[in-house]
């Protein structure tokens, strides 16, 4: 029987059940406690542990039990929610949902995928407040009312001018990232080669999915939460849907399948014929979506850059 480990994660504490002995213990979420809890899981011969995602607070722990050669896996904490209430496992206390995510884990049996690497959280961290900064220029625009007072309309102008320079300074800061590695500089080559992805979607996809050239088609749309799902019951079907996976790489490839669809051939040619054939806009931009997506991993698989033919 496989020793499944699931740990409840706060920000100072690891709440530890061991399914197989139903053994439950706990240790502080820092350096010495995780070296402590590493040593003891390689003992045990701890065969997966897995955390919620936390906001946060989970990364070390995943990283340094990954580090230990322990098979470590982040589950979606509201799948473990529904699994308790399927359950019937209304009460909720740190021990419990440890005990619940070894559960669910040995029920389900998800995928374990390598976790991303420290350049590749950082490429990631860069990003997020590439985004952040540009939602707040964005703000601070929307803000320019021509009835505003003088003063406040220079008050947004000076921020705005400060967003700008620190937008300048984030992309100088991920030319240096992608510099550094030459894997990331042949890479990002091969995606922007293809017309309508830029170097912001490039990016993105090497932070965010590391995985790209290593899955198949349906492996990579579920990933990026592109591969529909049917409702369907008795003679009922209602319409399929999309949705979960990597919420960033879905936004950056609906705008990149948004120009693409302007300007690459096959994408465009694509798009336009399920529209002809009665495909609502949207369904025809979903599945261009999803093959763009099936075109950068055969890519990075093949190590093939864009050919319009």
Same mark, same amino acid.
């Given at each position: 029987?496989?020793?499944?480990?699931?740990?409840?994660? %706060?920000?100072?504490?690891?709440?530890?059940?061991?399914?197989?002995?139903?053994? %439950?213990?706990?240790?502080?979420?820092?350096?010495?406690?995780?070296?402590?809890?590493?040593?003891?899981?390689?003992?045990?011969?701890?065969?997966?542990?897995?955390?919620?995602?936390?906001?946060?607070?989970?990364?070390?722990?995943?990283?340094?039990?990954?580090?230990?050669?322990?098979?470590?896996?982040?589950?979606?904490?509201?799948?473990?929610?529904?699994?308790?209430?399927?359950?019937?496992?209304?009460?909720?206390?740190?021990?419990?949902?440890?005990?619940?995510?070894?559960?669910?884990?040995?029920?389900?049996?998800?995928?374990?995928?390598?976790?991303?690497?420290?350049?590749?959280?950082?490429?990631?961290?860069?990003?997020?407040?590439?985004?952040?900064?540009?939602?707040?220029?964005?703000?601070?625009?929307?803000?320019?009312?021509?009835?505003?007072?003088?003063?406040?309309?220079?008050?947004?102008?000076?921020?705005?001018?400060?967003?700008?320079?620190?937008?300048?300074?984030?992309?100088?800061?991920?030319?240096?990232?992608?510099?550094?590695?030459?894997?990331?500089?042949?890479?990002?080559?091969?995606?922007?080669?293809?017309?309508?992805?830029?170097?912001?979607?490039?990016?993105?996809?090497?932070?965010?999915?590391?995985?790209?050239?290593?899955?198949?088609?349906?492996?990579?749309?579920?990933?990026?939460?592109?591969?529909?799902?049917?409702?369907?019951?008795?003679?009922?079907?209602?319409? %399929?849907?999309?949705?979960?996976?990597?919420?960033?790489?879905?936004?950056?490839?609906?705008?990149?399948?948004?120009?693409?669809?302007?300007?690459?051939?096959?994408?465009?040619?694509?798009?336009?014929?399920?529209?002809? %054939?009665?495909?609502?806009?949207?369904?025809?931009?979903?599945?261009?979506?999803?093959?763009?997506?099936?075109?950068?991993?055969?890519?990075?698989?093949?190590?093939?850059?864009?050919?319009?033919?």
């Amino acid at each position: 029987m496989d020793v499944v480990v699931g740990i409840d994660v %706060s920000k100072d504490r690891l709440d530890v059940h061991v399914l197989s002995s139903g053994e %439950s213990f706990a240790v502080a979420n820092d350096d010495e406690g995780l070296d402590g809890l590493a040593a003891r899981l390689l003992s045990m011969k701890a065969d997966i542990v897995a955390l919620e995602a936390t906001g946060g607070y989970e990364k070390l722990a995943a990283a340094a039990l990954s580090g230990a050669g322990l098979a470590v896996i982040v589950i979606n904490p509201a799948q473990v929610r529904a699994y308790a209430n399927a359950l019937g496992k209304r009460a909720k206390t740190d021990p419990i949902d440890a005990a619940v995510i070894a559960a669910f884990v040995a029920a389900t049996r998800p995928q374990i995928r390598p976790l991303r690497d420290e350049e590749s959280r950082a490429l990631a961290a860069l990003l997020s407040r590439r985004r952040q900064i540009i939602a707040m220029i964005t703000a601070e625009e929307q803000r320019m009312d021509p009835a505003l007072a003088k003063e406040a309309q220079k008050s947004i102008r000076r921020l705005l001018a400060a967003l700008r320079r620190e937008l300048d300074s984030l992309d100088a800061d991920l030319d240096d990232h992608i510099r550094k590695s030459p894997l990331w500089r042949v890479r990002e080559a091969l995606l922007t080669s293809v017309p309508g992805v830029g170097r912001v979607t490039a990016r993105t996809l090497l932070a965010e999915m590391p995985e790209l050239g290593s899955l198949d088609r349906r492996q990579v749309a579920a990933l990026a939460g592109l591969a529909p799902w049917t409702r369907q019951s008795g003679k009922w079907k209602g319409k %399929s849907l999309i949705g979960g996976g990597r919420a960033t790489v879905r936004t950056v490839l609906f705008m990149a399948t948004l120009v693409a669809c302007r300007h690459n051939p096959v994408l465009k040619a694509f798009r336009d014929r399920l529209v002809a %054939s009665g495909k609502s806009k949207i369904v025809a931009t979903v599945a261009a979506m999803r093959k763009l997506l099936t075109i950068l991993n055969a890519m990075i698989r093949d190590q093939k850059s864009w050919q319009n033919d």
